[in-house]
């Protein structure tokens, strides 16, 4: 879990290096989660650990939890950083609310089109949120 939580942040963190724009950057985030359910047969490991949960050893799901937080905190900065700017359209509440709500709205868009083996049920899922910032 580690390594991936290394990889997921330092990619990330090169979205910030590369798009001056928040909005491009939460969008790169959205598309990051849609990438990895390779056509529906796929889940982030994070999501995939999440569902078992009650079968992983303490240290594993303390380590879920100190991802959460920090994939969280990098899209709150985002959002803060958007609000700033003002460049957020209207709609948009507090940068930790919207932080939270964007996690798991592609967390759920994950497992929706995982269990359907129909990976349109991602981009149907996360649809508004890409109309509001793409």
């Known amino acids: 879990m580690a390594r991936y939580a290394t990889e997921v ?18 969008c790169a985030f959205v598309d990051l989660y849609r990438a990895a359910l390779q ?26 939890t100190q991802y959460r937080r920090a994939v969280e905190h990098w899209l709150r900065l985002r959002f803060e950083q958007a609000q700033t700017y003002q460049s957020l359209p209207k709609g948009f509440g507090a940068p930790r609310h919207e932080a939270a709500a964007a996690l798991a709205l592609v967390e759920g868009a994950q497992l929706s089109a995982r269990m359907t083996g129909d ?16």
């Open 119 to 134: 990976p349109t049920r991602f981009d149907i899922a996360t649809q508004a949120f890409r109309d509001r910032l793409c």
């Open 9 to 26: 942040l330092l990619q990330l963190e090169r979205y910030v290096e590369a798009m001056e724009r928040p909005e491009q950057q939460l």
């Open 39 to 64: 056509e529906g047969g796929s889940l982030c490991l994070c999501i995939a650990f999440i569902v078992s949960r009650d079968g992983l050893a303490p240290e594993t799901r303390h380590e879920i």
